[in-house]
Nanobody
Framework: QVQLTESGGGLVQAGGSLTLSCVAS????????MGWYRQAPGKQRELVAF???????NYAEAVQGRFTISRDNAKNTVTLQMNSLKPEDTGVYYC??????????????WGQGTQVAVSS
């Protein structure tokens, strides 16, 4: 059974940093692209960043230059380092296992989410 578990969310002041982790069980993440999404209150879930099996990364314009996605295949973990946080980064952050290795399309497996709140 595939499970994705996010952690690392919390309350932080604007300008601060958080590191989110997504640990997988029941699957080997090495062969999948992985994505991080967020959902703000009253808004649709949006893709924040993804990383392919080969390490190619892509970011939403709103987080470009502030967020960094990485993967540790030995630990079956994907990390989202978030710096220079803004109040508009507030939301629930989810990781997703993609369908393919070298390009990203969202798959069926999602974590339960971790809450990020940024105060002004």
């Amino acid at each position: 059974q595939v499970q994705l578990t996010e952690s690392g969310g919390g309350l932080v002041q604007a300008g601060g940093s958080l590191t989110l982790s997504c640990v997988a069980s029941g699957t080997v993440l090495t062969i999948y692209a992985m994505g991080w999404y967020r959902q703000a209150p009253g808004k649709q879930r949006e893709l924040v960043a993804f990383i392919t099996s080969g390490g190619t990364t892509n970011y939403a314009e709103a987080v470009q230059g502030r967020f960094t996605i990485s993967r540790d295949n030995a630990k079956n973990t994907v990390t989202l380092q978030m710096n220079s946080l803004k109040p508009e980064d507030t939301g629930v952050y989810y990781c997703n296992r993609g369908l393919y290795a070298n390009s990203y399309r969202p798959g069926d497996y999602w974590g339960q989410g971790t809450q990020v709140a940024v105060s002004s």
